[in-house]
């Protein structure tokens, strides 16, 4: 077994919950799962990322959560495109509902959007986008089509990341920018959560806490095994940094449901993750 993302062959067992195994790199940090998933898509994604999921509906104050996730996606492109220093074509790989889409063109971008689940339904009808249902691959879009491309949570979801993040750049244009957000395996939400587990007695076989949860997260990187991924596929980070929650505009969540009594130590560990570079998000702008 070699690794998928850095070809190490220093890949070994981290925990062994129910139907899964969880491998982790020595070399390059990623962790994985095994048996991985074939195919290209989001395993299950119509199941576990319809158009409900993107909604906040079962959300306590829906309206105050759309309109915070709205005002998000703004900043969000606002300084994308600052960054940039131009608008131009933009690609939404994994794009759910629309709603960035939507953000992007009232800037002036000329978009569209790819999305496996049926999401794309709601973009396509109420938000009036141009959405393709399926795979980047199944797209079928000309090479160096775009000149940006944005995948919000979407390489951790896929069997070969390093795949994906290839047609990536081949469907943007020389010198054009793919944004990408991805979990943080390294931030301090998980390095505070294992060290409980740890303490409890209970980190081992069927305790983990890099963000792996398939059959929907099948990796979990770091700020490393990122930077080895993007290299591969000659994609240059600009600019790398990471988020939270609680974060205005890269990781706006009002509630924390399922925290339980955690509640309040979970909101400390990600402010201080935020404010010491370990945030649980990656945020990464790369240039072709």
Known sequence: MTCPICGSDRVSVVARPPEWTYLGCGNCGVYFVDPMPSG?????????????YYSGAPRAREDEWDALTARAWRAQVKAFTDLAGTTGRLLDVGCGTGKLLAAARDVGW?????????AADYARSVLGLKVFTG????????????????????????PDPVALLREVVRVLKPGGYAKISVPNSGGFVYAATNLVHRL???YGKDKFTSSLSPPG?????????????????????????????GDPVYFPILTWQGSGKWSQALRAAEWVGRHSGR???IECIARR
């Open 200 to 202: 409890r007695g209970r």
């Open 217 to 245: 997260h099948l990796y979990a990187f770091n700020e490393k095994s990122l930077r080895v991924a993007l290299a591969k596929v000659s994609l240059a980070p600009v600019k790398v940094f990471t988020a939270g929650k």
């Open 40 to 52: 290209d898509a989001v395993p299950d994604a119509g199941e576990f990322y319809d158009e409900t």
């Open 135 to 158: 795979t980047l691959e199944g797209a079928g879009h000309p090479d160096a089509s775009f000149d940006a491309v944005w995948l919000s949570h979407v390489v951790e979801h896929v």
């Open 110 to 118: 000329d978009v569209e959007g790819v999305e496996v689940s049926s």
């Open 279 to 281: 945030g649980t998000l």
